[in-house]
């Protein structure tokens, strides 16, 4: 009956939709999802993804003391490095005493506070040789007021009535979104777009980077990203392209690798919070299967947008925060650490002033490594279609079940997602798996009585 019922709900919103907006979010053919999946990097099938805040990561705030910091992250499991905007920062209508990364002034060169370009050679490097792969943020969407298009090439960017350049407009609204410190491209120009083109090439030849984390990228046109992508992908590379966004068009037609989960992490949220239990997972999940053809999400507690502006994990998600770590470290995507989580971070970081990380115990670092290691070792746990889909294996509101299989290998997760005491069962038996934080075996009759403490979590292997 639920089901049906969602199916239902499917088939009104896809009523409800244009044409063409059918088109946009349909799946790709069987044919080019397997090319996409053939086209994957080995490496990508059982990355996590690591984001990078250089200004606040250390005191100095540069990629020369970041650097000193690569073997304790590889030693982490930490496959690939995500760093923020690392160009020059806009001082017209700068935000706080910094600025915002967001506001580009230059996307050729460096910014000098974080170090010039010998440093972040060396950076990147230092992260190749430890086997690790680096990612640059991209700002595709808007740039800061004195970066030098404003003045010589006025026409790449969006104007009112009056023929004013303007900041950036919510699409769905109509309003500013109030990021007054940078202002709108506009993305038609095809001058705009060959510049902007040549500037993404440009990091990838000449500094040997590993793809972007694009910005803003679901506010960008189709049609760009199916001009630009190939663009850099021709380049020989072996690239990972993250979308911020979650309309599915950006994987199934514009060439991303993967785009961001904003719904399944709100609803974590909100199932922290009581808003919402367990069952909402499925949904989400079962909507994912039939929205998406190729790639996979990355799933997060936190990331620089949440921890400024909704608060630290502990803020939002309370004594369930390490739970929930777990959920998004074994579903079926990439999971993303933010700098500082391993600590554990329990401030919110200041976006526009520096405000440095107060590194004393790597209290999480383990907890991570533990997690890191049986995705890299169990097929089961690999990402997106290289692994197995998960399927839920008990019923209850409170406590979330499920398991993963793929050519023999298999992982059995149980969440309770509640501050109290719970019991639940499974619709199977677990035999002979181990529980991966203590190693210890275990064993669990179908219909058996499984007692959970408040926020508890078991990571079962069929590994050894």
């Given amino acids: 009956m639920i089901r049906n019922l969602i199916s239902f709900v499917a088939v009104i919103f896809l009523l409800s939709c244009s044409p063409s907006q059918v088109a946009d979010q349909a799946p790709a053919s069987s044919e080019a999802t397997q090319a996409a999946a053939d086209n994957t990097p080995d490496w990508l099938k059982t990355a996590n993804l690591y984001e990078v805040n250089i200004r606040q990561y250390t005191p100095e705030g540069t990629f020369s003391a970041f650097e000193a910091h690569l073997p304790k992250l590889q030693e982490m499991g930490v496959k690939i490095l995500w760093l923020m905007p690392i160009s020059p920062i806009s001082e017209t209508k700068r935000k706080g005493t910094l600025g915002s990364y967001y506001a580009v002034s230059d996307f050729r060169e460096i910014n000098p506070e974080f170090g010039d370009e010998s440093s972040f050679r060396s950076l990147v490097a230092k992260t190749h040789e430890l086997d690790m792969k680096i990612i640059l943020d991209w ?202 989580q391993e600590e554990p971070l329990r401030k919110r970081l200041e976006f526009f002033e520096k405000d440095p990380i107060e590194w004393k115990n790597y209290a999480y670092a383990d907890f991570y490594r533990i997690l890191q290691k049986e995705k890299v070792r169990n097929e089961a746990l690999w990402n997106g279609e290289f692994g197995g889909p998960p399927v839920r294996i008990n019923r209850s509101k409170e406590v979330y079940a499920f398991k993963r299989e793929k050519n023999g290998y298999k992982l059995v997760v149980i969440l309770n997602l509640t501050g109290e005491s719970q019991i639940t069962q499974l619709d ?36 050894d």
């Fill in 428 to 463: 199977e038996a677990v035999s002979s798996m181990v529980d991966i934080f203590n190693s210890q075996e275990v064993e669990i009759g179908a219909g058996a009585d499984i007692q959970l403490d408040p926020w508890e979590y078991l990571v079962l292997s069929n590994m």
């Fill in 139 to 340: 700002v595709p969407h808007h740039t800061g007021w004195d970066h030098t298009w404003i003045k010589e090439h006025p026409e790449y960017y969006s104007k009112d009535e009056e023929g004013n350049i303007v900041d950036p407009i919510n699409e769905e609204t109509g309003e500013p979104w109030d990021w007054t410190d940078v202002a709108e491209l506009d993305l038609e120009n095809p001058e705009m777009r060959k510049e902007m083109t040549a500037d993404m090439k440009y990091w990838i030849e000449e500094y040997e980077i590993d793809g972007y984390r694009v910005d803003h990228a679901h506010r960008v046109p189709l049609d760009y990203w199916q001009e630009i992508i190939p663009e850099i992908k021709s380049l020989g590379r072996e690239l990972f392209l993250l979308a911020e966004g979650e309309d599915p068009w950006l994987r199934n037609r514009a060439g991303f690798d993967a785009t961001y989960s904003w719904h399944f992490h709100h609803t974590l949220n909100d199932i922290a919070q009581g808003r919402k239990n367990a069952n909402a997972i499925d949904y989400l999940l079962w909507n994912d299967r039939n929205a998406y053809a190729h790639g996979f999400h990355i799933y997060f507690t936190s990331n620089h947008d949440e921890n400024s502006w909704a608060g630290t994990v502990m803020e939002r998600m309370g004594d369930g925060h390490q739970t929930f770590a777990v959920l998004c470290h074994t579903i079926d995507g990439m999971p993303l650490i933010y700098s500082g």
